[in-house]
């Protein structure tokens, strides 16, 4: 199996498929991480908190042992500026270079404009006839965007989940690694929250610890 995550910006992957993850990898799955966006002095942040996050990424990377990491380095939050065309020219270079038989992607109804446009451009990475090695396709939910979209009809319908109760505390270690992005309780990502709705998709579906996902398209 080959699989993989595609994030709109660092910490999505842990908060939507952290736990699958390390199952992926403990059943001998090579798993790919591609990061949409990055940070950077020239898009206007600080040095510093550009080389903590260089070295954040580096940190989940081990921790995770993905075979490939891929950063297509686009400005975050700014996506809405960037040619549709250039991003799916950039996703669809990385996918027919790792050949991705399963893929994860952000949620459509989530609030953060970058990740519904990620979910778009690589809707245009997924036809059989020009990908015919991606066989799976999920959504993935992410704390603090798929649960605060307002969109009555575009709601997450998990229908696949997936036991993650052996490597739960892993993945709450690899958001730590994440500091500047979490909050005290009941901030959506802190580590009382990833835990609970680890507990309630486990609790839809008989385990003590899952991760919930939308299968958008499967062939076999």
Same mark, same amino acid.
């Given at each position: 199996?080959?699989?993989?995550?595609?994030?709109?910006?660092?910490?999505?992957?842990?908060?939507?498929? %952290? %736990?699958?993850?390390?199952?992926?990898?403990?059943? %001998?799955?090579?798993?790919?991480?591609?990061?949409?966006?990055? !940070?950077?002095? #020239?898009?206007?942040?600080?040095?510093?908190?550009?080389?903590?996050?260089?070295?954040? !990424?580096?940190?989940?990377? #081990?921790?995770?042992?993905?075979?490939?990491?891929?950063?297509?380095?686009?400005?975050?939050?700014?996506?809405?500026?960037?040619?549709?065309?250039?991003?799916?020219?950039?996703?669809? %270079?990385?996918?027919?270079?790792?050949?991705?038989?399963?893929?994860? =992607?952000?949620?459509?109804?989530?609030?953060?404009?970058?990740?519904? !446009? =990620?979910?778009?451009?690589?809707?245009?990475?997924?036809?059989?006839?020009?990908?015919?090695?991606?066989?799976?396709?999920?959504?993935?939910?992410?704390?603090?965007?798929?649960?605060?979209?307002?969109?009555?009809?575009?709601?997450?319908?998990?229908?696949?989940?997936?036991?993650?109760?052996?490597?739960?505390?892993?993945?709450?270690?690899?958001?730590?690694?994440?500091?500047?992005?979490?909050?005290?309780?009941?901030?959506?990502?802190?580590?009382?929250?990833?835990?609970?709705?680890?507990?309630?998709?486990?609790?839809?579906?008989?385990?003590?610890?899952?991760?919930?996902?939308?299968?958008?398209?499967?062939?076999?």
């Amino acid at each position: 199996m080959r699989q993989i995550i595609v994030a709109p910006h660092p910490d999505d992957e842990v908060l939507g498929v %952290g %736990g699958t993850i390390l199952r992926r990898k403990a059943e %001998g799955a090579k798993v790919a991480w591609l990061i949409v966006t990055a !940070i950077s002095v #020239d898009y206007g942040w600080d040095s510093e908190k550009v080389k903590q996050r260089t070295e954040e !990424i580096k940190r989940v990377t #081990d921790l995770f042992g993905f075979d490939e990491v891929f950063t297509l380095n686009f400005p975050p939050a700014q996506l809405d500026q960037v040619s549709m065309s250039d991003l799916v020219a950039a996703i669809s %270079g990385v996918f027919k270079l790792f050949e991705p038989e399963e893929v994860f =992607v952000p949620h459509p109804s989530d609030v953060h404009t970058d990740h519904r !446009i =990620v979910f778009d451009a690589v809707t245009g990475c997924t036809k059989w006839f020009r990908y015919p090695f991606v066989k799976r396709i999920l959504a993935y939910e992410t704390l603090s965007e798929t649960d605060f979209g307002l969109g009555p009809h575009q709601g997450f319908r998990p229908n696949v989940f997936i036991n993650i109760e052996p490597f739960l505390n892993d993945k709450l270690r690899a958001m730590g690694i994440y500091a500047s992005e979490q909050g005290l309780f009941p901030f959506p990502r802190s580590h009382e929250a990833i835990h609970a709705l680890a507990s309630l998709r486990g609790a839809a579906s008989g385990f003590k610890a899952a991760e919930a996902f939308e299968l958008l398209r499967e062939r076999s």
